[in-house]
């Protein structure tokens, strides 16, 4: 049986270790550990939302709508609970928001408040990527990878590790020494904020803010600072979300306890994260920009697939690394 290694433990690594495995692999996750971007998301499985509002996925609908499909079955075979309540928009302008949904091909009304989309879903991130690192099958080693060298991977306490197939799956910058050429990544900082409190019944949105639920309460984000690449947290940038959400959700001022925090994700040039062969035995599932739970299970079966030698379907194939050009690293 050949032995695969991911390398990173968020959403894009172990949902391909989860693939893999359904397909009779032997995998082992490498992950250093830390703050994950995957666990500080919201979990929107928002395909209809992120179609019309934000203009990088414009183009990416079918796409989008088709990695969501995908949930339901990937999510009963990895014990993850997908909330299917719907989506709300709250925000300005909610006739001509509708118009585009309906022109997009999702399913919209309009209510008192706004308009509701069935189409977009949700989920934990925490609760999610507990339940992939239980995957029967998935090893995990806690290390950081130094070095790819051929076949053979060195991580930081000393130890290696040989493997048939390296799928990198880490953070912006967290390819190993020796990866060689890989697409081009650039940062993007998002500031959010966890509320323990109230909770919505299900995802609001409005012009540059949303409001999903959470067990304890809710997160309001989320901004995107394109080519930043720090943790800090801005106080006059939560003030900023804060008040947005107020104003979609009123209930917020009733809230206990608010914690900022920053996160930083890649995105490639055109938005879509990169899935596929990068070289014979080297992998990629890398910069998700603002989907990656959305697309994790196309991911992991475009992933899956180009280890076992087979090439994507028409519309995945729009992830392919070599869609862009090459920078040398390591």
Known sequence: MTHNVVIGGGARGLAPAAELVARGAAVTVVDAGGPSASAGAAGMLAPAFETVLDPASAGHGLLLRRARDLWPEFAARSGISVHREGAEWRGP???????RLLAAGFAAGRTEAGLFTPEDWRLEPKAALKALRKTRGVALVEDHAERIEGDR???ASGGAMNAGAVVLAGGWLSAPEGAGPLPPIRPIKGQAVRIKGPS??????GAGIYVAPTKKGAVVGATMQEGADDLEVDPDVTATLMARAQAIWPELASAREAEAYAGVRGASPDGLPYAGRVRDGLFCALAPRRNGWLLAPMVARVVADAVEGRSPDPISAAMDPG??????RG
């Open 93 to 99: 302008d909610a006739e001509g928001v509708l118009e």
């Open 153 to 155: 991977i060195t991580l």
């Open 200 to 205: 919505p019944k299900r995802v609001l949105r």
């Open 323 to 328: 869609r862009a050009a090459l920078n040398p």
